[in-house]
């Protein structure tokens, strides 16, 4: 099974500075994708960024990158420029990209998520 | 496109009672797929419907089912409700198997 790990249960950061979250990941699998997703206090999931394993360049999307490391299992989310809207509960997820079923269940559909991580802006 | 959306958006019920739940997918995504989010255990998954059949399915009890309509609108059942089932119940759409979008989500308050 895999497993996803924020071991940063808190973060701040400065208004325009730089932060980055850390997220390691637990899997046998060679073909997956990773995701970073932003819970604000809506609780409205919202998709921050994408990375697909087999892809060696880090994804960027806008203010926001990732540092992929497939070897060390590690994708970390660095945002730049920090606005007070940044504010929120960062997870790293983790869905498998397998074909077909298996005897040990299927992948498809499941997300699984790290712990979370509650970022704060200060002004 | 108007994006994944989830009734209700708050609920409270008394143990024992069952509940249910709705979410209709973004217009042309397929799969639907539900998570449990606690303050205690995170987001949890639950189960994945695409085209009208479960493809995959969590570590829940058969207390919680669901199922998919033509339509892709998809729907989750808890019965026999426990005081540990209070949770905010989220839904994601996705066209197969890419990035997944989500509800606002239905907090779920047992009593």
């Known amino acids: 099974a895999q497993t996803v790990t924020q071991s940063q249960p808190e973060m701040s950061v400065q208004e325009a500075e730089t932060v980055t979250l850390s997220c390691t990941y637990d899997t046998s699998e060679s073909d997956y994708y990773l995701f970073w997703y932003k819970q604000p206090p809506s609780r409205q999931m919202i998709l921050v960024i994408r990375?697909?394993?087999?892809?060696?360049q880090n994804a960027t999307e806008n203010r926001f990158s990732v540092n992929f490391q497939k070897a060390a299992k590690s994708f970390s989310l660095k945002i730049s420029d920090s606005q007070l809207g940044d504010a929120a509960m960062y997870f790293c997820?983790?869905?498998?990209?397998?074909?077909?079923?298996?005897?040990?269940?299927?992948?498809?559909?499941?997300?699984?998520f790290g712990q979370g991580t509650i970022l704060t802006v200060h002004p | 496109k108007a994006g994944v959306t989830q009734t209700p958006r708050y609920l409270i019920k008394t143990r024992g009672q069952q509940v249910t739940l709705s979410c209709s997918p973004i217009?042309?995504?397929?799969?639907v797929s539900w998570y449990q989010q606690t303050p205690g255990q995170g987001l949890q998954f639950l189960f994945e419907y695409f085209s009208e059949t479960q493809r995959n399915k969590g570590n829940f009890p058969g207390r919680f089912s669901g199922r998919q309509f033509s339509n892709s609108r998809s729907e989750m059942n808890v019965s026999t409700l426990e005081l540990g089932d209070s949770a905010l119940y989220l839904c994601a759409s996705s066209w197969d198997r890419d990035e997944q979008y989500f509800g606002p989500g239905t907090r779920l308050t047992v009593t």
């Open positions: 217009s042309g995504h397929r799969s």
């Open positions: 997820a983790y869905r498998s990209a397998g074909f077909g079923s298996n005897a040990g269940g299927t992948s498809y559909g499941k997300l699984t």
């Open positions: 990375q697909e394993a087999y892809k060696q």
